[in-house]
Every structure is written in structure tokens, then in C-alpha cells.
């Protein structure tokens, strides 16, 4: 875990990046940080490296979006990108009905998810960013 400081959007958006590129088919990334902390902007600053360039909005109503990789990068294998806001998913069971776990544990996806329950907390190829807002533009990252 590294710590990296941001103070602008933009900012954020080039730092999404060093993580972006680590990212292969399989891995789940969850995003924890307070609202606002800029956890769908990092989301979206990885979702460009894979040449994905739709709206990317916090799914928190629709719970998961998936998004078809269009960039492909050497190693990754992923075909597509998952966007998952669990801020409003009550129970294991409704992810279950869900069928977020099969989302979550097939090698053609990358999976990113905001707000993660503490029933994800035993799936595997798990990386953790955590976000902390210093003032009204400055975040600490860290992952
Ligand atoms: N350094 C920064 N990095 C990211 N966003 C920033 C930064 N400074 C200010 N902001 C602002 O903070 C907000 C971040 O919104 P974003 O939707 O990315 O956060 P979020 O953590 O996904 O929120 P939510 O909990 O509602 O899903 C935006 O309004 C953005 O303009
Ligand atoms: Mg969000």
C-alpha cells in the first residue's frame, strides 16, 4: 500500500491510472471513502484506460453497470469492466439473486465496487483503495 495525494479531479483521474495498469480478468477493487471522496471519478479514470468512454455515474440505484472493454492491454485478458455501487444492497442474499458473485468471480471481468459490503470480504484477487478527504479538494488515496 502506497499513500498519493490529490487536489484536483484531474489529479485523481492520472493517479486511477497507476492502478489501472496493474489490472488483469479476475481482480475486484473496492472502493472505500467517504461520500463524495471521489471513488466513482477514479472509477472512471480506469474505465477510459480501457477505452471505455460512456457516462460512468455511481450505479447506486441500479446497483451494478457492465461496460464491454474496448481498449484491450497486453496481459489483461479481461472482456469487460463491472461497476458496482453496493451502498444500497441490504443482505448477502440479494447479492446473491443479484448474481454479483458470479460477477465477481469470473476471469473475463474487471470489477470495481463502491461502497463494498463486509459479505465481499472473502473473495479473492482482492485490491483495496481507500480515500480520505483532507479538505474540500484534497484527497489522500491509498492503495
Ligand atoms: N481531488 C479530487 N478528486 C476527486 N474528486 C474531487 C477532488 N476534489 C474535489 N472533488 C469533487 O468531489 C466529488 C467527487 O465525486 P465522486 O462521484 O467521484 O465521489 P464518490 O466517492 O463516488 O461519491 P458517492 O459516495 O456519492 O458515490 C466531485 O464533485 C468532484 O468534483
Ligand atoms: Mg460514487
Do not use: W
Not at 472502493?31 to 455511481?58: D, E, M, N, P
Not at 472473502?122 to 474540500?136: A, D, E, G, H, Q
Amino acid at each position: 500500500m502506497k499513500k498519493y495525494l490529490s487536489k484536483n479531479v484531474n489529479q485523481t483521474l492520472v493517479l486511477s491510472l497507476i492502478l489501472a495498469k496493474l489490472l488483469k480478468g479476475g481482480d475486484v477493487v473496492l472502493f472505500k471513502g467517504g461520500l463524495g471522496s471521489g471513488k466513482t471519478t477514479f472509477v472512471k479514470g480506469i474505465a477510459r484506460y480501457f477505452g471505455i468512454r460512456s457516462l460512468i455515474q455511481s450505479p447506486t440505484f441500479v446497483i451494478y453497470k457492465p461496460y464491454t472493454i474496448s481498449k484491450h492491454r497486453s496481459e489483461c485478458k479481461a472482456k469487460y469492466l463491472y461497476h458496482i455501487d453496493t451502498y444500497r444492497l441490504n443482505s448477502k442474499k440479494d447479492a446473491e439473486n443479484l448474481g454479483l458473485f458470479e460477477i465477481l468471480t469470473n476471469k473475463n471481468n474487471i470489477v470495481l465496487i463502491e461502497n463494498p459490503k463486509y459479505f465481499f470480504a472473502n473473495v479473492s484477487n482482492k485490491k483495496y483503495v481507500t480515500i480520505k478527504n483532507s479538505n474540500s479538494t484534497t484527497r489522500l488515496f491509498q492503495f
